[in-house]
């Protein structure tokens, strides 16, 4: 069965500090989908990464990045020099082949809380 | 697009009452899905559509909540006799199914369902 964990329940930095949120997955499927969301304070969720099993490449937007490792089934996000309005919780979720990827079975999610 | 619209936001009742939480998807999306967050199981997967037809509702906890899609517009989550263990916010979310154009979940901003 599908599986995500995301073992750092809360992580406090101070702003400009860079910071790794860990996720590590569990599945049978061959083909999956990985994904990152974000939610602020204000509760909705917003989608910031999709990556598929085929694709190791490592993914860079602005002080975010990506890294997707199969070796350990692994897919962490890493924010550098933090700011403030980082602050959020975070999922990670997966989405197997066998549902057309559209079940998604989120991770528990690291609450991220940046100080000045 | 205005978004996945949910409505209401905040809903407060008593144990007992029935509870219709609704739902508008993106134009456009044939897919359609109902999640429940809680402190204690996170963000689960409680039904989704395709076309306007349940495909899995494995996640529904029990035969008081029920879901509908009438048309490709609306959908409606139904909790009825409601009570105060399920009080959580619930998520509707839709998307674009597998394909050239496929999308990620967009998720609407919840509505937050205190049964006292």
Same mark, same amino acid.
């Given at each position: 069965?599908?599986? +995500?964990?995301?073992?750092? $329940?809360? %992580?406090?930095?101070? @702003?400009? @500090?860079?910071?790794?949120?860990?996720? +590590?997955?569990?599945? !049978?499927?061959? $083909?999956?989908?990985?994904? *990152?969301?974000?939610?602020?304070?204000?509760? @909705?969720l917003v989608f910031l990464i999709r990556r598929n099993s085929f694709d190791e490449q490592n993914e %860079?937007?602005? !002080?975010?990045? *990506?890294?997707?490792?199969?070796?350990?089934?692994?897919?962490?996000? $890493? %924010?550098?020099?933090?700011?403030?309005?980082?602050?959020?919780?975070?999922?990670?979720?997966?989405? @197997?082949?066998?549902?057309?990827?559209?079940?998604?079975?989120?991770?528990?999610?690291? !609450?991220?809380?940046?100080?000045? | 697009?205005?978004?996945?619209?949910?409505?209401?936001? #905040?809903?407060?009742?008593?144990?007992?009452?029935?509870?219709?939480?609704?739902?508008?998807?993106?134009?456009? #999306?044939?897919?359609? /899905?109902?999640?429940?967050?809680?402190?204690?199981?996170?963000?689960?997967?409680?039904?989704?559509?395709?076309?306007?037809v349940p495909i899995d509702d494995s996640g529904m906890p029990e035969d008081r909540f029920s879901a509908?899609?009438?048309?490709?517009?609306?959908?409606?989550?139904?909790?009825?006799?409601?009570?105060?263990?399920?009080?959580?916010?619930? /998520?509707?979310?839709?998307?674009?199914?597998?394909?050239?154009?496929?999308?990620?979940? /967009?998720?609407?901003?919840?509505?937050?369902?205190?049964?006292?």
């Amino acid at each position: 069965a599908q599986k +995500v964990t995301q073992a750092q $329940t809360e %992580i406090s930095v101070v @702003e400009k @500090e860079d910071v790794t949120l860990d996720c +590590v997955y569990e599945t !049978r499927d061959t $083909t999956y989908y990985l994904f *990152w969301y974000k939610q602020p304070p204000s509760g @909705e969720l917003v989608f910031l990464i999709r990556r598929n099993s085929f694709d190791e490449q490592n993914e %860079i937007s602005g !002080r975010y990045s *990506w890294n997707f490792q199969k070796s350990t089934s692994s897919f962490n996000f $890493t %924010i550098t020099a933090s700011q403030v309005v980082d602050s959020a919780v975070y999922f990670c979720a997966l989405s @197997e082949a066998n549902t057309g990827f559209q079940k998604l079975v989120f991770g528990t999610g690291t !609450r991220l809380l940046v100080s000045p | 697009d205005a978004g996945v619209i949910q409505s209401p936001r #905040h809903e407060v009742t008593e144990m007992g009452q029935e509870v219709t939480l609704r739902c508008k998807p993106i134009s456009g #999306h044939d897919y359609l /899905f109902w999640y429940r967050q809680t402190m204690m199981r996170g963000l689960e997967l409680l039904i989704y559509f395709n076309n306007n037809v349940p495909i899995d509702d494995s996640g529904m906890p029990e035969d008081r909540f029920s879901a509908k899609m009438p048309n490709a517009s609306f959908s409606t989550l139904k909790i009825q006799p409601s009570e105060p263990r399920d009080s959580a916010v619930y /998520f509707c979310a839709s998307s674009l199914g597998f394909g050239v154009d496929w999308t990620e979940a /967009f998720f609407g901003q919840g509505t937050r369902l205190t049964v006292v």
